[in-house]
């Protein structure tokens, strides 16, 4: 991951990812991942997302991760928080009702200061990788977190020879390379969105899915 060119991006305020609403297939699927209440949900790479907000209030407590303190400032900012300050391992978190913002290299983190982890969500981090380097955030990904933690995770796909990411195209295939050992992988939805996304349609690209993916823990094989 280019960590200069997402601060840059912050920096410029060039956000087209970020939505003025919680994302529609979060609201429509989160209960399908079965998780309770007062679940520790871990979501890299958030930016701004009201996706937080709408985990919140479903009762979660929720690790958003971020390189850019900007939208840190601006998601506090904008929803009215006043956080307090801590560092987990050498880098600032903002703690605040439930929510801890940790800002930061997702790469850096450990698993003793992230805690505990009930579930994932992703609509923004594995897409933001080029393929070379969605292996290593699937890996620390799963170094994170348990083996019985499920993911509900959101991902683009198209022809790559009409447009180079980031958004990364992420077919049904590299999904299954990077999970399929510890996962299940079921779909959820698969929607067209070019014309949600006439700035990536500007970029030439004639077709366009999203697709939302439940990542079940596998059950251990008995033993004989």
Request: overall charge negative; hydrophobic content about 40%; aromatic content about 8%.
């Amino acid at each position: 991951m280019d960590a200069k060119f997402w601060i840059e991006k912050w920096e410029q305020q060039q956000i087209g990812f970020h939505l003025p609403m919680a994302h529609p297939m979060l609201a429509s699927h989160w209960s399908a991942l079965g998780v309770e209440r007062d679940a520790h949900v871990l979501v890299p790479l958030c930016g701004k997302t009201l996706d937080l907000v709408y985990l919140m209030s479903q009762g979660c407590h929720v690790t958003g991760v971020e390189l850019s303190p900007i939208a840190i400032r601006q998601f506090l900012d904008e929803q009215a928080l006043q956080a307090d300050s801590i560092d987990i391992d050498g880098m600032p978190v903002a703690t605040v009702d439930g929510l801890r913002l940790i800002e930061g290299d997702f790469f850096r983190l450990s698993p003793q200061a992230l805690g505990s982890v009930d579930a994932v969500y992703d609509r923004a981090a594995l897409i933001a990788m080029p393929p070379d380097q969605q292996e290593r955030y699937a890996q620390q990904l799963l170094a994170l977190t348990s083996v019985s933690v499920p993911i509900l995770l959101v991902t683009l796909d198209y022809d790559p020879s009409e447009m180079s990411g980031p958004p990364f195209a992420t077919p049904r295939e590299q999904v299954m390379r990077l999970f399929e050992e510890r996962y299940e992988v079921d779909l959820l939805e698969r929607l067209d969105v070019l014309a949600d996304n006439p700035a990536l349609e500007g970029r030439g690209l004639t077709g366009l899915t999203e697709t939302a993916w439940h990542l079940k823990p596998r059950q251990p094989k008995p033993k004989n």
